[in-house]
Protein backbone atom coordinates (compact mmCIF):
# COMPACT_ATOMS: atom_id res chain seq x y z
CA UNK A 1 0.00 0.00 0.00
CA UNK A 2 3.04 2.55 0.74
CA UNK A 3 4.53 1.88 -2.64
CA UNK A 4 1.26 2.32 -4.21
CA UNK A 5 0.88 5.87 -2.16
CA UNK A 6 4.32 6.48 -3.83
CA UNK A 7 4.15 5.75 -6.91
CA UNK A 8 1.13 8.21 -6.82
CA UNK A 9 3.00 11.25 -4.88
CA UNK A 10 5.60 10.86 -7.70
CA UNK A 11 3.60 10.73 -10.37
CA UNK A 12 1.47 14.08 -9.08
CA UNK A 13 4.72 15.44 -8.62
CA UNK A 14 6.14 14.57 -12.02
CA UNK A 15 3.01 16.34 -13.51
CA UNK A 16 3.57 19.34 -11.15
CA UNK A 17 7.20 19.59 -12.02
CA UNK A 18 6.45 19.06 -16.03
CA UNK A 19 3.53 21.97 -16.02
CA UNK A 20 6.04 24.54 -14.25
CA UNK A 21 8.50 23.86 -16.32
CA UNK A 22 6.53 24.26 -19.73
CA UNK A 23 4.92 27.19 -18.72
CA UNK A 24 8.52 28.96 -17.94
CA UNK A 25 9.38 27.88 -21.61
CA UNK A 26 6.29 29.96 -22.82
CA UNK A 27 7.25 33.11 -20.43
CA UNK A 28 10.64 33.83 -21.91
CA UNK A 29 10.69 36.31 -24.60
CA UNK A 30 13.00 36.09 -27.38
CA UNK A 31 15.95 38.27 -27.17
CA UNK A 32 15.43 41.44 -29.69
CA UNK A 33 19.33 41.65 -31.89
CA UNK A 34 20.97 45.25 -31.85
CA UNK A 35 20.33 45.38 -35.84
CA UNK A 36 16.71 44.76 -35.58
CA UNK A 37 15.17 47.10 -38.35
CA UNK A 38 11.58 47.51 -36.34
CA UNK A 39 11.68 51.92 -35.22
CA UNK A 40 12.22 52.44 -31.58
CA UNK A 41 10.11 55.18 -30.01
CA UNK A 42 11.17 58.30 -31.15
CA UNK A 43 11.96 61.14 -28.19
CA UNK A 44 10.74 64.74 -28.67
CA UNK A 45 11.82 67.91 -26.62
CA UNK A 46 9.49 70.04 -24.13
CA UNK A 47 9.95 73.32 -25.92
CA UNK A 48 9.57 74.92 -22.31
CA UNK A 49 11.54 72.96 -19.96
CA UNK A 50 14.05 71.07 -22.61
CA UNK A 51 13.01 67.32 -20.81
CA UNK A 52 13.39 64.60 -23.71
CA UNK A 53 9.86 62.69 -23.74
CA UNK A 54 8.82 59.52 -26.02
CA UNK A 55 6.15 61.14 -28.53
CA UNK A 56 3.53 58.64 -27.54
CA UNK A 57 3.49 60.17 -23.83
CA UNK A 58 3.73 63.34 -24.66
CA UNK A 59 0.81 66.33 -24.76
CA UNK A 60 0.52 67.64 -28.00
CA UNK A 61 -0.40 71.00 -28.95
CA UNK A 62 -0.89 72.35 -32.77
CA UNK A 63 -0.56 75.58 -34.10
CA UNK A 64 0.03 77.51 -37.58
CA UNK A 65 0.58 73.96 -38.89
CA UNK A 66 3.39 73.12 -36.20
CA UNK A 67 2.91 70.14 -33.75
CA UNK A 68 4.54 71.00 -29.96
CA UNK A 69 5.15 68.35 -27.33
CA UNK A 70 4.57 68.52 -23.66
CA UNK A 71 5.71 67.36 -20.86
CA UNK A 72 2.53 68.38 -18.84
CA UNK A 73 -0.29 70.68 -19.22
CA UNK A 74 2.02 72.61 -17.02
CA UNK A 75 4.46 73.58 -19.68
CA UNK A 76 1.93 73.65 -22.55
CA UNK A 77 -0.19 76.01 -20.80
CA UNK A 78 2.75 78.27 -20.11
CA UNK A 79 4.10 78.01 -23.70
CA UNK A 80 0.43 79.19 -24.82
CA UNK A 81 0.25 82.11 -23.17
CA UNK A 82 3.89 82.82 -24.01
CA UNK A 83 3.00 82.62 -27.31
CA UNK A 84 -0.61 84.17 -26.87
CA UNK A 85 1.55 87.42 -25.00
CA UNK A 86 3.47 86.94 -28.44
CA UNK A 87 0.99 87.36 -30.62
CA UNK A 88 -0.29 90.90 -29.02
Wanted: charge should be positive.
Amino acid sequence: MIAIRFLILALVCYAAWYLIRGHRKKKQTPSIPDNDPRPQDVLVEDPVCHLLIPKHQALRLRKNGVTYYFCSEECCDQFVEKTTQGES
